[in-house]
């Protein structure tokens, strides 16, 4: 079976967790603020700050704009559940927009309306969804000028680009994961980065209980440090990311050519001015179940993200959610079928995967 994802684990990275055990440091130290460093220069950000996971990066970074309790932060319906949790965990409550059918991701058009009817938004977090950036230089611009903030969701997005720049300090802030299945992985950890330094100074704070010195404690916070096991792994994966990315973008360039006139989907479409990495391989189809059979059966692993709008989930309808305002994002859930796209691919894998979806038939029926 050709997996999803594949995260690779070589000699250098067993070498560097080896060194870290040995040290006898294995908790934030050193190794942190060399990947926190090297990662700040990687997204052009003037500083960075290591931590637990990518979704402890998004709490830290909602709760360090102090926000007063009920305050309307704007987001997508369309991704992982972490990107409107960190909202609530704050006491702030999300505000939906729908998304764009070709990118995946909201717009700026969208972010402008959504301020245009309630201005008491205070915060936008746009997703770059699957590897692409959204609008996010417009988005920014737009939440600014109703002194709102944004923070960029980057889960997904290492080393995405818009206009040449590296998504993730064109907001306020920015939140990286590097859990094992992302484009670079850590074993689990997360990064914040982003154009604000007092806001990455709080995020500092947040991750490690508040405290500025040892038993000194200025604000509320909790252990969400990364270890010195998981940047070790970090920094050898950083090296390896632009090759990775360039990689995932000739597979992805590879699959589109050679499923180009199958009427029957719609392959992954690239903003101009910027470049996709590519974290998923995403197509709209036609009779997915049918499909995702097929190519089981062929070997094929393939994955729908996500097959629930956030506020279709049971949690958020208790809350009063819907999805009946978002048709575009619903209609993705019914539709979006991601394939193989991870650098680990051969040429063989690739003709696999060509082979099977152009043998595949839709139901004539099948939307």
């Not at 909202?87 to 409550?93: H, W």
């Not at 590296?166 to 670079?184: E, Q, R, W």
């Not at 043998?359 to 004539?364: D, H, M, Q, R, T």
Request: contains cysteine.
């Amino acid at each position: 079976m050709i997996p999803i994802a594949k995260p690779y684990i070589g000699p250098e990275e067993q070498a560097a967790v080896a060194e870290v055990l040995a040290s006898g440091q294995i908790a934030s130290g050193p190794r942190v603020h060399e990947f926190e460093r090297a990662f700040s220069e990687f997204c052009q950000s003037p500083a960075a700050v290591a931590c637990g996971s990518g979704t402890a990066g998004l709490v830290a970074a909602v709760a360090s704009l102090d926000l007063p309790r009920g305050s309307k932060i704007l987001t997508t319906p369309f991704s992982f559940i972490a990107t409107a949790n960190c909202i609530l965990a704050s006491d702030c409550r999300p505000v939906f927009i729908d998304i764009d059918e070709d990118t995946f991701n909201i717009t700026a058009e969208g972010v402008k309306a959504a301020f245009d009817r309630d201005p008491d938004i205070r915060a936008v977090l746009p997703v770059h969804l699957y590897g692409q950036a959204c609008e996010i230089h417009d988005i920014v611009e737009i939440a600014h000028s109703y002194g709102a903030y944004v923070i960029e969701d980057c889960a997904q997005a290492h080393g995405a680009t818009e206009d040449g720049e590296p998504v993730g300090a064109i907001g306020d802030l920015g939140i990286f994961s590097f859990y094992p299945t992302k484009n670079m992985m850590a074993a689990e950890g997360g990064m914040i980065t982003g154009r604000d330094t007092g806001l990455l100074d709080v995020c500092r704070l947040i991750i490690d209980h508040g405290s500025p010195a040892r038993y000194i404690h200025v604000r509320l916070g909790f252990n969400y440090r990364m270890t010195s096991i998981s940047a070790a792994i970090g920094m050898c994966q950083l090296e390896r990311l632009p090759a990775w990315n360039a990689q995932r973008r000739r597979n992805a360039e590879s699959l589109t050519a050679a499923l180009a006139g199958q009427t029957w989907l719609a392959t992954p479409s690239e903003r101009p001015n910027c470049e996709h990495v590519y974290h998923q391989y995403v197509l709209k189809v036609r009779d997915r179940a049918r499909l995702q059979e097929h190519l089981t059966a062929a070997g094929v692993g393939t994955a729908i993200h996500y097959p629930r709008t956030i506020p279709d989930q049971p949690f958020y309808r208790e809350l009063g959610f819907s999805s009946d305002g978002f048709p575009v994002a619903r209609e993705m859930t019914e539709t979006v079928l991601s394939l193989p796209v991870h650098p680990s691919l051969v040429p063989d894998d690739l003709q696999t995967i060509v082979t099977a979806m152009r043998a595949f038939e839709p139901e004539k029926t099948a939307v």
